[in-house]
């Protein structure tokens, strides 16, 4: 601690008037203390051994004519709160001016020494008897303290007074009036100076002073305030005016991010595998992420993410390294409990010579090679971060500094998986990196995986690129969290915390606890409001960094989970009898008390009973102070960032995955990014307990949708109508096949528009993640209402966007800006090349005319060559397992005596009905299906799929030929999800009852062949046609190469087979195909003559797409510490 001459001598004038005095005391207050430093004075002051005394909370209630009166207690708090009169108990003081002394103002710290006398004013004075009569209606300012004492050992002169304090700052008359227990905490540092232990000093006493700005400022070396606005003016210099942290962001690593099914920045998903340059990898240890600087004269700073300055009392020679600027983390602790003072560097913002290293990629091996092989001696910012720790880490202290206070720096640990390496080799790094952490001499969390060849973002915010991984146990959310408080009977929020006792169905154990609810941050953009206008009309997206969030209650969607925003948290009942008759909560790691308004870092246990699966680990408090100086961002987490550390932890990548790569399908991981929405009267309101019972069914139904259809399907150019969309569940594995552009098509108005998670929402944030994201757009329509002629369509936006599609007449209507912009205007004319329905059929088979009326649509829609696949429940499996029912009877399955679902059967059959009829007469089977945790009944119809396929042949689409399954690596176009799971049981576990239901369904894909109606016939035989001459005779089928996407679908004259141009039929209008590319080998197009008028099979090619003691030596005071 340094002071200048002056003020030195101006304390000692100060000290000698206190010693003077003999009623009266002195005390320093330390100001603008936050609830982290204050937590931080008192660690400073347990680590110094002091001793520590918990006072009883106490109220004083300060009139304007200097009389100050304390009632001490809970209870009698309670009471004067009721009835606004002074108990017996209460104690009266009043303050007094002292002539000739002024406090003094230690500006460069923050701290005001003063003399002060109180003189105790007895109950039978007439000034307090005065006050009595007149105390309902005297001006009053309440101040409500919890204080915490500090005391020294004998001979050292001082005391440590720590404190919680709500106040009122108006006059008010009563307690209640002043609202003093609804303010919020404000937080009091004051050493107070013990008479008959002073010197004629006050060196002692300062030193004191010291002690707490040591535990405040979270370092040994003390910094003045016009120092540390000397390191932020250096540091705008480097970065510019912006005072945010230049350090990016990682983001959660998923599933998606280890596929090997993407190519790195021009694909949907970054993956680790797959990233042009490769990975590398350290440990993500559990610190303080800070930047060292370099400043001007050579010391060593240390900047957090609040940009709060600590000084180090370090110092390197400023000629070299002045401005040099480091990423890092603090570590302040050992594994063990013993001080570590090292500052870890993983990156580096700037070197000597201001060379700015962010361009630079981490690892110059991943970049470029010399013709005999061997990497280039490029720059990079691994070897520039090398070289500063190197000559940094030789840094000497301008302080005296104990050993354990002398700030080290190292580099961390890393493992490099660069190009030339086995593809896996990254997950073997990373097995070495946590067989390394296991000696580490600090606590680690997880790891960090950081691109070789990127250089690092010049924008503030997440890294998309960057990705940090922890074990399960260790995934936390960052909760602002509010306890929740009874209403009086007008509805009002009072201030009494409600506390419960309940039995607690897990542990079976009588608890009194106070529930917590838990917020996250969310984004005010308009954008968000309204995603849907955001889309059609080409609003401006929100940014992604924005500091404008505010807090709402957390509503996870993956998987969903209506207790997700409660902690219940028992009651202390091992502490002081305050706490008990309080109602103390604490949190585990740590045993702070819990308040409102504190931002928390919560860990989850999904066996626990809900209401008690959030675990309340540790307060945070540099970002519950951040929250209480109204900045949201960067305090609580963002819902983006706590959405993904749910899915994480409920779909978790386990140490195995990481370390191995086993587990992990190489097709379709994307599945497992999202739910799958086309399920959704299944799964989608499974609660996250019940979700641990159905996830096994859940990854097996996404590894059906994307590694049996959409991967051997989908291709890059493709457009895709999917009929049933939903939320648009699969919206990640549609854009991660580089589709042309999307249809959705759905009934409900909320699926769609719902501006949390309905599809145009998950499609704006699909946007955001990927700005070449292909066109995607949503209709509220009907399947069984005709699409092309706008008729379907729910609104009249829904009609006018769907004739604008197909290319009908609009009527004068106007279609959204975003479908003239994107060219889509008449591109469902042009029909698509995937059709998909998922889990959606059964609505459309309630009667004859809605089938006829849903297949129409399909015909519209699918091109010949293009594919229509799906999934649904067989309806002859179904129809069998209610064979022995009657109407309203219930087939349900069973586990641990819970029902985990029912099929009520609302269909009178025949007895001697011994199958589904594969006529009209099997249409309109109603079963009504629960599944776990719905709650209602929701109807279906039985899909005879024998039916279906005969009535798709008649349309021209027929099941895969052998040729097309064996290119496609299938061995059938269809099947049950038996036989699939019996060959890959062992990855997904499944009860047997969830099994049961989920052996209902099957899978299909089907391919137009012709634009019919044809004859039906068996799959694979010639089909017999008309040259319209009365002639007839078996036509084997014409074997075409699949065509790339640059084949465009039109009809024209002269193109094809027809009469008068080589043809076998009549007419001279052909049908041309537009079939899709797949990777590899051609997928041959069979095309089978038709019979009709004019149908022929011709092929039209179209366009392609293509230090301090030099700062005023002889005119400061150090006070040695």
């Not at 890092?328 to 500052?343: I, L, M, P």
């Not at 978790?652 to 086309?678: D, H, Q, Y």
């Not at 089938?851 to 129809?879: M, P, Q, R, W, Y």
């Amino acid at each position: 601690m340094e002071l200048r001459k002056q003020e030195y001598e101006e304390i000692k004038t100060l000290w000698s008037s206190w010693l003077s005095l003999k009623d009266t005391e002195m005390e320093a207050v330390v100001g603008k203390t936050t609830s982290g430093q204050w937590m931080d004075v008192m660690m400073r002051l347990r680590e110094l051994g002091l001793q520590e005394e918990v006072q009883i909370p106490y109220l004083n209630i300060q009139l304007q004519n200097g009389m100050r009166f304390q009632i001490t207690g809970e209870d009698a708090v309670k009471e004067y709160c009721k009835t606004n009169r002074l108990p017996e108990s209460a104690v009266c003081t009043i303050k007094t001016k002292i002539p000739n002394v002024q406090p003094l103002d230690i500006n460069e710290y923050d701290v005001r020494i003063k003399v002060r006398r109180e003189q105790p004013l007895a109950r039978e004075d007439i000034k307090f008897q005065e006050v009595v009569f007149q105390w309902s209606i005297l001006p009053k300012t309440f101040r409500y303290i919890r204080r915490y004492s500090f005391s020294t050992p004998k001979g050292s002169g001082a005391r440590f007074d720590l404190s919680m304090v709500r106040q009122s700052f108006n006059t008010m008359k009563s307690f209640t009036e002043a609202d003093v227990l609804g303010r919020p905490i404000t937080y009091e540092v004051e050493v107070e100076a013990l008479r008959d232990e002073a010197g004629a000093e006050p060196l002692m006493f300062l030193g004191k002073v010291g002690h707490a700005l040591q535990g405040k400022q979270r370092s040994f070396a003390i910094i003045r305030n016009s120092l540390k606005a000397e390191v932020e003016a250096g540091l705008k210099e480097v970065f510019g005016q912006n005072n945010k942290f230049p350090g990016p962001k990682a983001v959660t690593l998923e599933k998606k991010n280890i596929s090997l099914g993407t190519d790195g920045t021009s694909s949907d998903t970054i993956s680790l595998l797959t990233l042009k340059g490769g990975y590398n990898v350290t440990d993500k240890a559990d610190g303080l992420r800070v930047m060292l600087y370099v400043h001007v004269d050579g010391g060593l700073y240390l900047v957090d993410m609040n940009m709060d300055v600590y000084r180090t009392g370090m110092a390197v020679d400023p000629a070299v390294w002045a401005g040099t600027v480091l990423d890092g983390e603090w570590v302040r602790k050992t594994k063990t409990g013993d001080a570590h003072n090292t500052f870890y560097a993983f990156d580096i913002f700037r070197t000597r010579g201001a060379k700015d290293c962010r361009p630079f990629p981490f690892s110059s091996q991943s970049i470029v090679q010399t013709e005999e092989g061997a990497p280039q001696n490029l720059e990079s910012r691994y070897k520039l971060l090398s070289e500063a720790v190197s000559g940094i880490s030789l840094a000497k202290p301008t302080l005296k500094l104990p050993l354990a206070h002398q700030l080290s720096i190292a580099i961390k640990n890393f493992k490099f998986a660069n190009p030339g390496s086995p593809q896996r080799q990254i997950f073997v790094e990373a097995k070495a990196m946590l067989e390394y952490s296991k000696t580490a001499p600090y606590f680690t969390d997880g790891l960090i995986f950081t691109p070789n060849a990127l250089a690092l973002p010049m924008t503030l915010g997440t890294w998309k690129v960057q990705f940090k991984w922890k074990p399960v146990s260790h995934n936390t959310v960052d909760f602002l969290c509010v306890i929740e408080r009874n209403r009086n009977e007008k509805g009002e929020m009072t201030d009494d915390e409600i506390v419960r006792t309940e039995l607690r169905s897990d542990t079976n154990e009588l608890v009194s606890y106070k529930t917590l609810r838990l917020f996250v941050g969310s984004v005010r953009d308009p954008a968000f409001k309204n995603p849907r206008q955001t889309v059609l009309e080409m609003l401006p997206l929100p940014s992604t960094d924005s500091d404008d969030y505010k807090p709402i209650v957390f509503y996870p969607l993956d998987p969903p989970d209506v207790t997700a925003s409660i902690c219940h948290v028992p009651i202390d009942l091992s502490g002081a009898e305050s706490d008990i008759s309080h109602g103390i909560i604490r949190t585990v790691e740590d045993a702070q008390p819990i308040s409102s308004n504190m931002v928390i870092e919560m860990s989850y246990n999904p066996e626990a009973a809900p209401g008690w699966r959030w675990i309340p680990m540790r307060v945070r408090w540099d970002k519950t102070e951040s929250y209480r100086r109204g900045k949201v961002g960067g305090s609580l987490n963002a819902e983006k960032v706590a959405d993904s550390v749910w899915a994480s932890i409920h779909d978790p990548i386990t140490e195995e995955m990481v370390t191995t790569g086993e587990g992990l399908e190489e097709e379709g991981l994307e599945a497992s990014a999202e739910a799958p929405t086309a399920e959704k009267v299944y799964v989608s309101k499974v609660d996250s307990r019940n979700e641990f019972k159905v996830k096994g069914l859940r990854d097996f139904h996404n590894y059906i949708k994307s590694n049996m259809l959409f991967s051997r399907v989908l291709q890059s150019g493709m457009a895709l109508v999917d009929i049933g969309c939903g939320k648009a569940g699969d919206i990640h594995k549609w854009s991660a096949a580089n589709l042309a552009w999307v249809l959705g098509i759905d009934p409900a108005e909320d699926s769609l528009n719902n501006p949390r998670d309905g599809a145009y929402r998950r499609y704006v944030n699909k946007r955001l993640e990927l700005p070449t994201a292909p066109p995607m757009v949503f209709v509220q329509g009907s399947a069984i209402r005709p699409f092309s002629t706008g008729d379907a369509g729910v609104t009249t936006e829904d009609q006018t966007m769907l004739r604008a599609l197909f290319n009908s007449p609009l009527g004068g209507a106007q279609p959204p800006k975003f479908l003239i912009e994107s060219g889509l205007i008449g591109r469902a004319a042009q029909k698509f090349e995937a059709v998909s329905c998922m889990f959606a059929l059964h609505y459309f088979f309630e009667r004859a005319e809605t089938v006829e009326a849903f297949l129409h649509n399909l015909s519209d829609c699918l091109k010949v060559g293009g594919f229509f696949i799906g999934c649904c429940f067989d309806g002859e499996t179904v129809f069998n397992s209610l064979a022995s029912l009657k109407q309203g009877g219930v087939l349900t399955g069973k586990e641990e005596e819970t029902e985990v679902w029912s099929i009520t059967k609302q269909y009178d059959s025949d007895p001697e009905e011994l199958a589904l009829p594969s006529t009209i007469g099997g249409v309109g089977r109603a079963i009504d299906v629960n599944f776990i945790t719905i709650g209602d009944n929701h109807r279906e119809y039985l899909v005879n799929f024998n039916f279906l396929r005969g009535r798709l042949a008649d349309l021209g689409i027929d099941l895969l030929l052998p040729e097309e399954m064996a290119t496609l690596k299938l061995k059938e176009s269809t099947g049950m999800f038996k036989k699939v799971y019996d060959g890959v049981k062992n990855r997904f576990g499944m009860a047997p009852k969830i099994r049961d239901f989920s052996f209902l369904n099957r899978w299909f894909i089907f391919r137009r062949r012709s634009y019919g109606p044809l004859s039906t016939a068996t799959q694979g035989e010639p089909v017999l046609v008309s040259d319209g001459l009365g002639l007839q005779g078996p036509v084997e089928p014409i074997i075409l190469p699949i065509l790339p996407p640059s084949v465009s679908a039109t009809r024209g004259r002269g193109a094809g087979v027809g009469r008068g141009r080589g043809g076998l039929t009549r007419g001279g209008i052909a049908q041309t195909a537009s079939v899709p590319a797949v990777q590899g080998a051609p997928v041959p197009l069979v095309v089978e003559l038709s019979r009709g008028r004019g149908r022929g099979s011709g092929l039209t090619r179209g366009r392609g797409r293509g230090a301090a003691a030099a700062a005023g030596a002889g005119n400061r005071v150090t006070i040695d510490l």
